[in-house]
């Protein structure tokens, strides 16, 4: 029998061979890789399981259960880096609230804010105050990717905001909608990567994620201080991004006592993004267990059923998860999880906000 090594080679010569020659090795690390993962994904279920155990006894048991579930959530997050003194940053003293009057209609008058967060960094949003007499409940109205505060308050044409922002205010509660770093690059300001800024903030122990939370939570320091603002009636709203950051702001949040979340609960591993996702995170908090932050506090949740860009089987799934907390505690009233007729939108019927308004 001859060397099959010399049988590939001629003398004086190097050995060569077609291109795709190695690919079935390839293809096989891949599909052991994806199969493997596969398997780990279906196992988180049972991991999340043992890991997340609060108490049903009663909601007062259940609340001080989930404490330190909440504080490793931040701690997931990377928000611990944000709420210290970064060592080499000089703590500057804080600036105060910029308000500059845009104008006032039959509906409110309409502010445009800014507010310090920490040194070097400060929040802008768009605050709404309705005609009349306050103090007024407030609500935060989060926009989601390729928005701005101003789109969701129908200051122009939007496809799928459906003036969300004013048929709050025509509630008489006030609004105020930041903004994240989420606009249309070009249209409504400066071009930016957000994958690698979120690369950045992971490599010195954050996130863009824990960034715009704690923006949002600075926020609300300054706004509940305001003699108008009913510092007790506190809720938040939000579409597709928007109602991630809801769910999430709300879940870190107890201030916040009731949540609209639109078009984002879904089944994380086949709707994942980077600036969704954090170490373990799969094995600790998905979605429902996100839920389980904010309950026992009135939820609801929401999917269209022509939704283009997550699929509704997901949300329906997902939802399900959600809802046992709720219901084991017996408080099944206080959590909605709604497939309404629409796309990739925030719905244009009166369900979420009543739902909103009746638990504010």
């Known amino acids: 029998m001859g060397d099959t090594h010399n049988q590939h080679k001629t003398a004086g010569s190097l050995y060569i061979e077609p291109e795709d020659k190695g690919n079935h090795y390839r293809l096989k690390q891949y599909e052991e890789l994806i199969a493997w993962i596969t398997r780990l994904q279906q196992q988180s279920e049972l991991q999340r399981r043992n890991y997340f155990t609060p108490d049903y006894t009663d909601g007062k048991c259940y609340m001080s259960s989930i404490e330190h579930y909440r504080q490793e959530f931040a701690t997931m997050l990377g928000l611990p880096l944000l709420a210290r003194n970064a060592g080499d940053i000089v703590n500057e ?10 104008g006032e209609d039959e509906l409110s008058t309409i502010y445009r804010v800014t507010i310090p967060v920490r040194e070097g960094l400060h929040a802008y949003g768009i605050l709404l105050l ?10 935060i109205s989060q926009h989601g990717g390729q928005g701005t505060p101003e789109m969701t308050a129908g200051f122009f044409a939007s496809d799928n905001y459906n003036e969300m922002t004013r048929r709050i205010v025509q509630r008489g509660v006030a609004v105020f909608a930041p903004q994240l770093l989420l606009w249309e690059t070009g249209r409504f300001g400066p071009v930016f990567d957000r994958k690698q800024i979120d690369v950045q903030l992971k490599q010195l ?38 109602g991630f950051y809801t769910l999430f702001a709300t879940a870190l949040d107890s201030r916040i006592g009731v949540a609209v979340s639109s078009c984002f609960v879904n089944d994380r591993f086949t709707q994942g993004r980077s600036d969704w ?16 932050l904010i309950c026992p506090r009135p939820l609801y949740i929401e999917g269209g059923s022509r939704d283009e860009l997550f699929g509704v089987q997901g949300f329906v799934a997902e939802s399900r998860l959600a809802g046992v907390h709720y219901d084991r505690l017996a408080i099944g009233d206080r959590f909605k999880a709604v497939v309404f007729d629409g796309a990739h939108e925030f719905n244009p019927h009166d369900e979420p906000l009543d739902f909103l308004c009746k638990h504010l």
């Open 130 to 139: 309705p005609q009349g007499k306050g103090p007024f409940p407030l609500v």
């Open 277 to 292: 996702t954090w170490h373990n995170s799969g094995n600790m908090f998905l979605d429902a267990e996100v839920c389980g």
């Open 93 to 102: 003293p804080p600036d105060e609230a910029i308000y500059e009057l845009v």
């Open 205 to 242: 122990g954050s996130s863009i994620t824990a960034l715009e939370l704690f923006k949002i939570q600075r926020c609300l320091d300054h706004l509940l201080e305001r003699q108008d603002i009913d510092a007790k009636r506190v809720g938040m709203v939000g579409l597709s991004y928007g």
